[in-house]
């Protein structure tokens, strides 16, 4: 929950990025999204009820928004002149 009020900020200068660490910038990323998620969907994930986890609407909806969102970011990024590497980086971090 820390990561989702906090919006992935650090105590630091450049925030999260002061560290250039893809790992960090990687599980901050990962624990935002589990922040955004509902609390009993967690639960059934936890317990092993995968599948009902993933009928939910709002996890098909979110996954569906991450699939969408982050090529759209990726291209204008490479459009724009990043390297793919770099792209697919940001559009990570843009999208959380």
Do not use: H, Q, W
Not at 8 to 14: A, C, K, P, W
Not at 17 to 42: A, D, K, Q, R
């Amino acid at each position: 929950m820390c990561a989702l009020s906090t919006g992935g900020f650090s105590n630091r200068m450049d925030s999260i990025g002061y560290y250039n660490s893809l790992p960090i910038e990687c599980i901050t990323v990962i624990l935002m999204l589990i922040g955004t998620t509902n609390f009993s969907l967690l639960l059934l994930l936890f317990k092993g009820r995968i599948r009902d986890f993933c009928k939910s609407s709002e996890i098909r909806f979110l996954g569906g928004l991450i699939l969408i969102t982050i090529p759209i970011l990726l291209g204008f990024l490479v459009a724009g002149g990043k390297t793919i590497e770099e792209a697919s980086t940001y559009a990570g971090c843009y999208f959380a």
